[in-house]
């Protein structure tokens, strides 16, 4: 049986569709009171975990619970956790309050409880429509009033958020919130941070099955680095002098500048006068959460085996000098524009002179 405390443990889940390794070693736990983000882009692995905790796959190794058991001891499992995967299929005339009253004998809970959901999702004015010729969002909300007929204190959305307009997005921001301040749990994934960044205090980033970051959002907020990218008349020379300075975090960036991690334009003008290097630009580039998360999920890197809990993983490094400009990268340096490079250049030659740590 369950302990009723509305605790997710998810606990080195690994999941092999064939040769596809959809989830490898994942291991996070959502607590009550707070909404987590479980974020990642397509096909990382987000579905197949939230299907593995709700008992619809059966994982290769490790496993889940929910308020300590796994999903197929949980009773009457609905009225532990509501759950929404992707769109679900409504019979098509048959009305909303129908489709809930169904649902609700199923479950054992009384007819009211249709009412009442279809009151808390604000779908009250359609109860009497089918549910056939319901909008997209509109579904969205028929399904999340079928999570909470049950009347579960912990709630599991996969990309809830999709279909929603910027109303409905709001909406589903306010009812999630006071639904986890009211002591409860709330999980729901996403391939865009900024659709949820406003929601979740938490945040379990992974990338191609593979955790990248489980911690606090606002500890991921504040480990937001700053570079400076400069343009200097020598940068072998100017490599030289800054590592001689202790500067580690060094990258050649497109157009014979570099980009220094970490530093400040004066430092970096203070180490380039002292070297005797001319500086024809210098920039400062702030990397925001959004930058952050495309590093920490764009693929290119190994993900580091476990991160600790709220522990920011440094972030890997830009791609080497020779590929487009990520997003944000300014796409302009001193009037003109920054060249995409051919892609069979992706790699560097062997020997670049200070790509050493990519
Ligand atoms: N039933 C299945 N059979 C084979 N491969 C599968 C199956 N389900 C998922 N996969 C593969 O597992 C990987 C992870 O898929 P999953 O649907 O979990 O990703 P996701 O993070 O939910 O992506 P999205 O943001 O697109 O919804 C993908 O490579 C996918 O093709
Ligand atoms: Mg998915």
Excluded: C
């Excluded at 058991?69 to 019979?91: C, I, K, M, S, T």
């Excluded at 929603?164 to 009812?175: H, K, N, S, T």
């Excluded at 302009?332 to 524009?337: D, E, H, W």
């Excluded at 490079?341 to 560097?348: D, G, N, S, V």
């Amino acid at each position: 049986m369950h302990d009723g405390s509305g605790r997710i443990v998810v606990q080195n889940l690994t999941k092999h569709f064939g040769q596809v390794i959809a989830v490898q070693n994942l291991s996070f736990q959502v607590e009550p009171g707070s909404v987590t983000g479980f974020l990642g882009p397509n096909g990382a692995g987000k579905t197949t975990t939230l299907r593995m905790l709700l008992g619809l796959v059966n994982p290769t190794a490790g496993h889940a619970t929910i308020s300590g058991a796994p999903f197929y001891q949980l009773g009457n499992p609905a009225r532990v956790v509501g759950a929404v995967l992707e769109a679900q299929g409504f019979h098509p005339s048959r009305t909303a309050r129908n489709h809930l009253r169904v649902y609700a004998s199923a479950m054992g809970v009384p007819d009211q409880r249709a009412d009442e959901v279809l009151h808390q999702v604000g779908l009250m004015e359609a109860a009497n429509r089918g549910a056939g010729g319901f909008s997209l969002g509109m579904k969205q909300r028929l399904a999340l009033a079928t999570a909470l007929l049950g009347d579960p204190r912990v709630l599991v959305l996969d990309e809830p958020a999709n279909g929603l307009d910027p109303e409905g997005i709001a909406w589903l921001r306010g009812f999630l919130k006071a639904f986890a301040v009211s002591g409860r749990t709330v999980l729901i994934s996403s391939h865009l941070l900024a659709e949820v960044e406003q929601t979740i205090d938490q945040v379990v980033i992974i990338s191609r099955g593979q955790t990248m970051y489980y911690g606090p959002l606002d500890a991921l907020r504040k480990s937001q680095q700053s570079r400076v990218i400069v343009q200097p008349a020598d940068p072998n020379k100017l490599v030289a002098a800054l590592q001689e300075a202790g500067f580690s975090e060094i990258q050649p960036a497109p157009d014979n500048r570099i980009a220094i991690a970490n530093a400040t334009v004066q430092q970096i003008g203070d180490v380039a006068a002292k070297a005797g290097v001319a500086l024809y630009g210098m920039q400062e580039e702030k990397v925001d959460l959004e930058q952050l998360f495309f590093r920490l999920t764009s693929g290119q890197f190994a993900a580091p085996p476990q991160v600790p809990y709220g522990q920011v993983p440094p972030v890997p490094p830009m791609p080497p000098g020779y590929g487009p400009p990520p997003p944000g990268y300014p796409p302009q340096q001193g009037g003109y524009p920054v060249p995409a490079a051919p892609p069979q250049q992706q790699t560097p030659p062997q020997g670049y002179p200070y790509g050493g740590n990519h």
